[in-house]
DNA sequence: TCGTGGGCTA
């Protein structure tokens, strides 16, 4: 192989690393760098006129930070020039390789290296693939060291890389542990990053008895000791152990603060969460960054606190936080969990840069407020700006289809799913699609697509037949069904029974209904408890059924009355008794729906505020009593409701709801 | 010229 002649090298060797033109690369640079390298470096390249550079030339060009294709370029220059086997060059080119997160052809130098590596460049290479999520290579390469043994041994470095692998990779555990042994034996457990990484990686692992003995023995603890080790029993849902631990955290920083606030809400603690927010502003010497941002956000979007949410915008505006776009995401989201579509359109509209992530939550946002046609079209217009919708976002466009009734659109997205997007549907499109026909009263092709899933239905589908069932009295399908969510879900049953049981009622069918509630008790499986959450006063109150911890309860409870008593005089409302889970006598029946935690926290609100949009938040599907309930008193009391249930939202104006009572 | 802790939004 013969190359052509260099002749503008004297540019690559001006200050600026200058802009090389197309034709210096002779070829693809991948030429050079592949498996023809060994004959490239024995090419006798004297032909050319000009004086060869020396090795710290190109070391000297690789410290200022050149693109990936200059790298190349570099990189071809030192094979043409028989440098290839100069060490000292290697190191510098795998660095740059790396921090152009080109694993791929970092590897194929270290590789080609003509010797035994030095440790620092197998601990260069480790840690790369530490921080990529095929981190078993970092293993693979550290047994590969450990089989060359000394001089390469590893070194403090090695180690902290190799528990930063395992702890990226659940199939890693057993590795760290046998690896904690070593270092033991090598006596690297006091330094501070080896503690840190295996502290973390303990935590990680959910290994709390291992990671306290690492941090106890630590002769050194920083703010990344404890915060790694907070983070651990924060996973756990240990949060009280994980709070003592942070309130005596030294010198905590955002971070540390970042690690608190998502603990809380990874495992619902909501309110604490944003509690643990209030109390990080009033620490001036630390600022919230994004991931608390993002976190707190997500609390806000699942408690419906859309107070909480607008002054978290007004104050990401204020400090001049950039809308990245993992922040106007979940501003979007944020937005659309408390009701308020516009405002996400707004905040979606005013977005300089738009990304695969924005599409999907405005476009999510969209669907679970039953707008489907604006969602499709939203959706077409992402497609004409030339993105590629992911699962995600095709799982967006289906639940706004099923939602809004939009059959055809929904089927003709589902079957173009592996067609146009190759994208395999997954069980959560196999739930929307049978969702999108059960609930127009395709019982049957809803069925077969059931029969039809290429994997096992899980709880979710059948859940979703169940409940098409239940809207369209289809009694026979709906017990044919409750089976396989008894097979599934042996202990709670997922819910099952309790949509069997409203099956029953709603056909009048109460000794059915009887038995269903006797079986579920013998299992012990009684339904999740009902709860509702309204924001006054950027405070959130919580309600259960018939609740009875409110400090207000009964005044609450009069004002209820009150306007049960003026919805059915004034608005004809009739309690339908048609869900409730008991077989109880009509009077009874009425009672028990009269206390659902939704009705209470209407009446909250109304006892609370004068006018303006009531909102609320429900952990369930509204049942139908009190769907009717707030279309009345939409209409008697003149105002605007807006319930958010466990899959859409409902908007009550004037006596009718935004759901076309469809859902 | 290698080090350790962050998010969960669809």
Known sequence: MRFTPLPKLSLLFSTKIPRLQEPFYVQSPLVYISSNTSSAIWEPSGTSSFSLPSHSTF???????????????????????GLAQNTSLLGPLIHSYIGCRNLSFARIVFDQFPSLPPTIIWNLMIQAYSKTPSSQESLYLFHQMLAHGRPTSADKYTFTFVFTACSRHPTLRGYGENVHGMVVKDGYESDIFV????????????RMVDAKRVFDEMP??????????????????????????????????????????????GHRFYNEALQCFNDMLCHDEVKPNEAVLVSILSACAHLGALDQGKWIHVYIDK?????????????????????????????????????????????????????GAECLWTFSEMLAEGFKPDDITLLGVLNGCSHSGLVEEGLSIFHDMIPLWGIVPKLEHYGCLIDLLGRAGRLESAFEAIKSMPMEPDVVAWRALLSACRIHGDVDLGERIINHIAELCPGSHGGGYVLLSNLYASMGQWESVTKVRKAMSQRGSEGCPGCSWIEIDGVVHEFLAADKLHPRISEINKKLNEVLRRISIEGGYVPSTKQVLFDLNEEDKEQAVSWHSEKLAVAFGLLSTQEGTIRITKNLRTCEDCHSAMKTISLVFNREIVVRDRSRFHTFRYGNCSCTDYW
Request: glycine letters at 6%; aromatic letters at 8%; hydrophobic letters at 45%.
């Open 59 to 81: 070391v000297q060009l690789l410290k200022k930070r050149p693109s990936l294709t200059q790298i190349k370029q570099i990189h071809a220059q030192v094979v043409t020039h």
């Open 319 to 371: 400090n001049r936080i950039l809308l990245s776009s993992n922040i106007s995401t979940a501003l979007i989201d944020m937005y659309a969990k408390c009701g308020r579509i516009d405002c996400a359109r707004r905040v979606f509209d005013g977005l300089h840069k738009r990304d695969l992530l924005t599409w999907t939550s405005m476009i999510s946002g969209l669907s679970m407020h039953g707008l």
């Open 195 to 206: 503690g840190n990484s295996l502290v973390n990686m303990y935590s990680i692992f959910s």
């Open 220 to 265: 050194q603890r920083d703010v990344i000791t404890w915060t790694s080790v907070v983070k651990g029993y924060a996973m756990r849902g240990e949060l009280v152990r994980a709070r003592e631990l942070f309130d005596m955290m030294p010198g905590r920083n955002d971070v540390s603060w970042a690690v608190m606030v998502a603990g809380y809400v």
